[in-house]
Nanobody, 113 residues
Framework: QAQLVESGGGLVQPGGSLRLSCAASGFVISSYGMSWYRQAPGKERELVAGISAGGGYRKYADSVKGRFTMSRDNAKNMVILQMNSLKPEDTAVYYC??????WGQGTQVTVSS
């Protein structure tokens, strides 16, 4: 059964860093573009970052440019979201998604002092 499992979320102070992982099983991600989305309470889910199948193209939401970096390790069948200089407004549930529309269950990120 194909699935995505996110991990690495937690509570961090403003200015801190977190590294989110999204591990795929039941299929290989190498053929797919991958994305990270987030959904804050009371808000719609929004695209945070995306990466092409080969990793040569990346895009970021304006709100996270310069602070977040998305990468992929096709050999390990996973994608990573490195989040630095975190702000309270980054608080949300973070989801990964394949280009084919498969979603993970999400991981909570809370940025608070």
């Amino acid at each position: 059964q194909a699935q995505l499992v996110e991990s690495g979320g937690g509570l961090v102070q403003p200015g801190g860093s977190l590294r989110l992982s999204c591990a795929a099983s039941g299929f290989v991600i190498s053929s797919y573009g991958m994305s990270w989305y987030r959904q804050a309470p009371g808000k719609e889910r929004e695209l945070v970052a995306g990466i092409s199948a080969g990793g040569g193209y990346r895009k970021y939401a304006d709100s996270v440019k310069g602070r977040f970096t998305m990468s992929r390790d096709n050999a390990k069948n996973m994608v990573i979201l490195q989040m630095n200089s975190l702000k309270p407004e980054d608080t949300a549930v973070y989801y990964c998604k394949t280009g084919a529309g498969l979603w993970g269950q999400g991981t909570q990120v809370t940025v608070s002092s």
